[in-house]
């Protein structure tokens, strides 16, 4: 199907920077909808940020004006550049791919992201 390998985690001070990166393989298309998504322990799965393929960003509200999402089109690739990281943006980051074909969502295996003093 699709298969996506997240990169780019790592522990970063509050206030630091870290860019992550996604690449998709296998059955995709380049008119699919992707995007990043974070999960805490004991936390439901939540939206970050989305681009479609006509590169229209989506972001939530909690890092909105942080986070930058961009998309390669070739590659095909995406990649989430944080800024002014807080300790609540811990958490594993997964990328996503909503499927054009069937509307299906496939999901990497997720990068860890630890904000901490």
């Known amino acids: 199907q699709v298969q996506l390998v997240e990169s780019g985690g790592g522990l970063v001070h509050p206030g630091g920077s870290l860019k992550l990166s996604c690449v998709a393989s296998?059955?995709?298309?380049?008119?699919?909808?992707m995007g990043w998504y974070r999960q805490a322990p004991g936390k439901q799965r939540e939206l970050v940020a989305t681009?479609?393929?006509?590169?229209?960003?989506n972001y939530s509200d909690s890092i909105k004006g942080r986070f930058i999402i961009s998309r390669d089109m070739v590659k095909p690739m995406i990649h989430l550049q944080m800024s002014r990281l807080r300790p609540e943006d811990s958490g594993v980051y997964y990328c996503n791919v909503k499927s054009w074909l069937n509307g299906d969502d496939y999901w990497g295996q997720g990068t860890q992201v630890t904000v901490s003093s």
């Open positions: 296998g059955k995709y298309f380049g008119i699919d909808d």
């Open positions: 681009i479609s393929s006509g590169l229209k960003e």
